[in-house]
Each structure stands twice: as C-alpha cells, then as structure tokens.
C-alpha cells in the first residue's frame, strides 16, 4: 500500500515539473514590443540614382482605444522612419539597423507611390515581392505630395491613422465610382498583361473643404489616376477624363446624373442600376466597338417643367457627353481606358492578331453608343 502510494506521489511531481516546462512559450512577443509598419512609401531621385523609402509605425493600442486614455495620451499616434538606398531593400535594411524594437511587415496595409518613382515601378513590386510578410490585398496608391505630407494629414476628432484614406478607401471611391481602386494583386495582374491599361488612384490633398476650430484642416482624397501600359509609365490622368469609365466600371448606385437645358441645371436623376457591355466587332481597318449602356434611375430634383420623355433623352445625352469625352481622351492620349483590346484579344483573337500586325490602336477605333436611360419613378410620396 505505501509502495503503491509513494509511486502515485513520485507521477504527482514529474507531472508538476513536466507542466511547468511546457507552460511557457519561448518566443512568446508582446504586441507593445512590435513595432508594426502599416504604410511604405516609395520615392525615387533620378539624378543620384537613389530611393527613399518612408515607413509609418502605428501604436497598436490607439487602433481600439477607449475614450478616457484618448483624452489622456499625449504620445505620438505613429512614427515616420526615413532612409535611402540604391534600392528598395537596401533602403529597407538601412532604416532596421536604426529602429528600436523588432519590426513587422505583417500588418502592412497601404504602399504609397511618389510621381518620381513610378517609372522605377517594376523595381519597386520586386521589393514587395520578396517580403512572403508583405500581402496582396495591401492597397497601392500614387501621389505628386511628398509623402511624410500623407503621413502626417489631419484626422477627424484625433481618430487613429488607420482611419485615413489611403488604408481604405472604399468610401471615397465610393462617392466618386470613376476613381479606380487598386490593391497589389489587382495592379499586378493588369500590369503584368500586355493587352491592359492598369491604373493607380491618384491621391491629392486640401485644405479648401474643412475646419476644425476654425483653422484649415488637410485631408488626403482620390482624384484621378496614373496609367500603365506594358509595364510601363505612361501618364496621368486627369478626374475629368475618366468620368465615363464610371458607367462600365463601378456600380453607379445612388450616383447623380445632371440633366441640363439650354445650359441652365434643369433636374437630376438618381442612379438604381447600371448595365454595360462593351463588345468588338471585327472588320476592315482594325473593326470598331460598339458600348450598350442601360441605366434605371428615378427622379432626385426638378428644378423646370420637364415631361418624362424629355427627360430621359436630355439624361442620355449627359451620359453620353461623359463616355464620349473618355474615349475622345483615350483615342487622343492612346491610353486604352476601357481595356478594349482585351474583347479583341479574348473573344476574336486571329483579328487582334492581324490588327497588330497591321499596327492598328486598338483604343483608336470607331466607337458606337448606345445608352438608354429610364426613369422608373418620379421620387414623389402619394
């Protein structure tokens, strides 16, 4: 019986000590001892041959902080580290031999992309591609403003960094559907194929819109675009020129359609669905294009007596005013914004094949539109 008990006590023990051992994790990191680079910013000076990479580091705990220690904190929401490199690596391990804490690319959620470097956007992708911490859904953005100037934008209310446009712009983009969205998977695949225009939303700031107390506030939005064609830079887009894209594009649901008579505002018809298709048709000279566009939208305002007829026609000549100003900018430009090769390439390939050889452009064909619009209710309460 005690043989017995005295072995039960010895398992007692090897069982304590063995849990003791195994209790514990080794690697285990706090997450206020990580420094978390949530933006990269890349900018390039062709004269010395050197990038610039800008990280911001964001305090994890302002991202869900409670009201009491918002109103008590008066340490900085995020840094901003700065380095140089003859690439974007060297400038990435350059900045680490400097920082305080481990870093982590993890939670990576925003590249911005000064003007200057985006011809150097091939050299740059690599960079992103070689970190496995780095993610595809990261967003990619472009801008002309140095980017410290981002980094360092107004908030609403001392809200966190994160809630800024360049880590989601959903909401901006969706009051202006023109505006392309881009995250790294989405720029790549289109950068990478040579039958796509691919786009980068063009990010701009002002202090024109806002105040707070009184004192101009700086709040960073989309407005236009940078444009790619072969893995190369080919320009900037302006806001204007991209308008009609909206209509293929975007969902235009609650979008606005001006309707103008003799150059007086007149009423506006509100968006319920859109439906476009764009479809290529082969013939002598390359072939053309012909876009079908089905709008629903109800009546938003009437500022002048207008019938119902009337209406929608003045509605389908403003809609068509935006697509024909696009594809005029894209026959002009030769930047296909509507990816019209792509019909060509995909659904009638021995014709793209023979309109190359002949060096035909494919976004310098003959368009036709067709565009209805109807009005499905006049907005009034019974």
Sequence with gaps: MREKLRRILL??????????????????????????????????????????LYVQLIDMSTVAKSEANSATSNAPASFTGIAKGHTVYLAMQ????????????????AVIVNERALSQMSDILDALNRNRAVRYTTQLTATDIDIP?????????????????????GYNVEKRPHSPIADVQHFVREYRNPTLTALIPRMVMSDKHWLAE??????????GAYAFKKGKWIGE???????????FKA?????????MKDGSYAASLSVISNKGQIKYVP?????????????????????????????????????????????????????????????????????WVKAKAEGIEFERLPVKMIVNVKIMSTGKLK
Excluded at 342 to 347: K, M, N, P
Aim: hydrophobic residues 35%; aromatic residues 10%; charged residues 20%.
């Design 94 to 109: 350059d900045l680490l031999n400097t920082i305080q804490e481990p870093p982590s690319l993890e939670q990576l959620m």
């Design 149 to 169: 100037e981002l980094f360092n934008a107004d908030r609403y209310f001392n809200k966190s960094p994160l809630m800024n446009v360049y880590y989601n712009p």
């Design 251 to 259: 969902s235009m649901l609650q979008s606005t359609i001006p309707i």
């Design 237 to 247: 887009i302006k806001d204007e020129e991209i308008r009609g894209m909206k209509w």
């Design 283 to 351: 013939g002598v000279n390359g072939g053309s294009y012909v876009f079908t566009l089905n709008v629903q939208s109800v009546v938003k305002e009437q500022m002048e007596k207008l019938g119902m007829r009337q209406m929608m026609q003045l509605a389908e000549k403003a809609v068509k005013d935006d697509l024909q100003r696009s594809i005029q900018y894209s026959a002009k430009k030769g930047i296909d914004l509507y990816n019209v090769e792509e019909q060509a390439y995909r659904y009638h390939h021995k014709s």
């Design 214 to 223: 009184g004192k101009p506030a700086r709040f960073p939005y989309v407005e």
């Design 11 to 52: 398992s007692g023990v090897c069982l304590v000590i063995l849990s003791t051992m195994l209790s514990a994790c080794w690697d285990e990191v706090t997450i206020q001892d990580v420094n978390y680079v949530t933006a990269l910013g890349v900018d390039y000076d062709a004269q010395s041959e050197q990038f610039t």
